[in-house]
């Protein structure tokens, strides 16, 4: 790996690892107001949000540990890296959250039975206001390391407290509509409406989690982008049997190019160089792995033509 990605990595490393600090110190603050206020209003919704926090605790050591470990260089045993425990650990929330959201239902099914009333309501209100501003804190810094790094594992976690803010929402309003406007039934039906809501997310987590662990392809535009910038070389005659792969925060793309069947193997070797440099400054991170054939070449595995670009095809020539 050259200087660069190796620069680049760790500084993704370093970002993930500081958002999952901030997560879990996050969950464990809430946890222990949660519990205070749920013990005093015997709220279901309060319940489903203190239950979430809960399982939020988990989720964010294992988002911790997850990231520690795809932050760590590639050895000779992981020659890729280590980049899809972020994937795996996302996958482990999903269940969590799954778990939640279960439990949740299950006591506001029960609840809609009893209907018993909420007890201490401006415990659960107030707790909920400082959960929501502590929330919408941390869900901003979450964005911001989304946005550099591409890290599911904490694109995972940010769902989590994406439900969070809802659910502290709810909270509030369920127990308005429960013990000052006499609506019976409200705090149990939102908890239920909470239940749906975590499994909705869950089923997001698990589909981009699942996309990393199955090599799922870049996305149309961003393979479109990159093709793009590769046939600006003038020396590239075109390009096919184009793979692309993304493990954890770490982008993957390999593919063939043509070039002059009269071109030396020197020459061929630095048009490479140049072509993967200019890469890398578009698509910072990306680890390139170019193999130049002559031009017109066919490989009897891999070469589709539908999918092959030739130069003249290309809008800068």
Known sequence: ??????????????????AAIASVSMALFLLALKIFAAAETGSVAL?????????????????????????????????????????LSALVQVVLVILSAILIAWRAIVRLGTQEPTSHPEYGIGVSLIAIVATLGLLAYQRYVVRKTGSVAIQADHVHYQSDLLLNIAVIVAIVLDTMLGVRGADPLFGIAIAAWLLWGAYKAARLALDQLLDREWPHEKRQRFIEVAMRHPELRGIHDMRTRSSGAHDFCQFHVWVDPDMTVAAAHHIMDEVEQALMDEFPGVEVLI???????????????????EHHEHPHD
């Open 1 to 18: 790996m050259s200087l660069g990605h190796s620069h680049h990595h760790h500084a993704h490393g370093e970002l993930t690892k500081r």
């Open 47 to 87: 319940l489903g949000s203190l239950a979430d926090t809960g399982f939020d605790v988990l989720a964010s050591l294992l988002t911790l540990f997850s990231v520690r470990y795809a932050a760590m260089p590639a050895d000779d045993d992981h020659r890729f890296g280590h980049g899809k425990a972020e994937a």
């Open 291 to 309: 193999h130049p054939d002559p031009e017109g070449h066919k490989d009897e595995m891999g070469y589709i033509p539908s999918e092959t670009i």
